[in-house]
């Protein structure tokens, strides 16, 4: 019985402490700390929005990508909106938010522009070649061609 | 026919031939460069028209518009709009000297609009405000904008005698990231809703 209760406190204790440290990450945030994180989000979506643009050069269909970064955009500017308010901890959260949007999105944006760039590479190669292919094939064939009616035309011209 | 005028017949229509082989390489290369780059921004009503913008605004009532981007600068742009509310004797933008309003913002939306695409926004607002009889004034005390609630407005709009309404200009400034500066700069374009706002009040 005794063990069992100890077991219970114990437990009771462990939930506290847990609940405790949760509470202490998300509330009390200082002026400073939500600040930062704001900060450190804006510069996230400018890097984001770098390698996304970087994509949209190389022909890459960006739209999903910017929608993606449109929502953490509009993350932001809730959280800066309660920084004005003074709520910090809304404004931490939020940024926060808006930075998860974005993990692993600038590798994404490398490579929808790397696989535009091949297409368009791979698109403009065949491109070239095929024209050079069809106007060689119109050159040499006009040449023999016309080499063809000369001789016809003097042989009519012998006759 | 003879030779000589086989030739020429001969040259054009291997010419012609060779154009339209060449046509796929030429199309790409021959491409006339962009001389002006710029960005759109426009307001349409309720119904996607140019039309039925509001105007008499009671107080609770949900007003919907829409706010149009259009990019033509040749590159994915990072735009912010910067949505300010005034009364008649408020900095407003000025698009003669285009210079931005010194009004703070009351809420910033972002986007992100690729080049030669159009970005939309609904925008769905009401307004909370009270007529103040015996001061012959309208508070504005807080404005919700998209389910946002932009809180402790404090604005105090008193009897405009030249327009006849207790004048309220809502209005979106354009402003584009600059990747050189890294920072926001005044896009010179805004859009704005002129507003009465007495309707429910003063009937």
Redesign the interface.
Same mark, same amino acid.
């Given at each position: 019985m005794r063990s069992r209760l100890s077991r219970v406190f114990f437990f009771a204790v462990l939930v506290s402490v847990v609940f405790g440290c949760s509470v202490n990450v998300v509330l009390g945030v200082s002026e400073e700390e939500a600040s930062s994180v704001l900060v450190a989000a804006e510069s996230d979506?400018?890097v984001c929005?770098?390698a996304?643009?970087e994509a949209?050069?190389f022909g890459a269909n960006?739209?999903v990508l910017?929608t993606r970064?449109?929502e953490a955009?509009?993350l932001?500017?809730?959280g800066?909106?309660a920084f004005g308010?003074g709520d910090f901890d809304s404004a931490l959260v939020y940024a926060g938010q808006s930075q998860g949007m974005l993990s692993g999105f600038v590798d994404e944006a490398h490579d929808l522009g790397e696989l535009a760039f091949n297409e368009q590479y791979w698109s403009?190669t065949t491109?070239?070649l095929?024209?050079i292919i069809?106007?060689s094939?119109?050159?040499v064939g006009?040449v023999v061609?016309?080499f063809l009616?000369?001789r016809k035309?003097k042989e009519g011209a012998g006759k | 026919m003879s030779?000589e005028e086989?030739?020429v017949l001969?040259l054009v229509v291997?010419g012609v031939?060779?154009l339209l +082989? $060449?046509s796929?390489?030429l199309s790409?290369v021959l491409v006339l460069p962009r001389t002006e780059f710029f960005s759109e921004l426009w307001l349409l009503g309720p119904s996607h028209m140019a039309e039925d913008y509001p105007f008499n605004i009671t107080s609770g009532s949900e007003y919907n518009v829409f706010l149009g981007i259009g990019n033509r600068l040749g590159?994915?742009a990072?735009y912010k709009v910067l949505v300010k509310f005034r009364s008649q004797n408020q900095s407003a933008a000025d698009s003669f000297n285009r210079t931005p309003s010194s009004l703070p913002a009351l809420?910033?939306?972002?986007?992100? +609009? $690729?080049?030669e695409e159009v970005g939309e926004i609904p925008l769905a607002f009401s307004f909370n405000h009270l007529y103040n009889e015996s001061r012959l004034q309208v508070d504005v005390n807080s404005l919700t904008l998209n389910q946002?609630e932009?809180?402790n407005l404090d604005y105090i709009i008193s009897w405009d005698s030249a327009r006849s309404v207790f004048f309220g200009n809502l209005f979106f400034e354009l402003w584009i990231?600059d990747?050189s500066s890294?920072s926001f700069q005044y896009h010179e374009r805004f859009v704005d809703l002129k507003f009465n706002m007495t309707s429910q009040a003063l009937t």
């Open positions: 979506i400018v929005y770098s996304v643009a949209d050069e960006v739209t910017l970064l449109g955009g509009e932001l500017s809730l800066e909106l308010d403009l491109t070239i095929g024209s069809g106007v094939a119109v050159v006009s061609f016309w009616l000369k035309v | 030779m086989h030739r001969f291997g031939l060779i +082989v $060449a796929p390489v790409r590159y994915t990072y809420y910033e939306i972002r986007t992100f +609009v $690729a080049d946002i932009l809180e990231f990747a890294s």
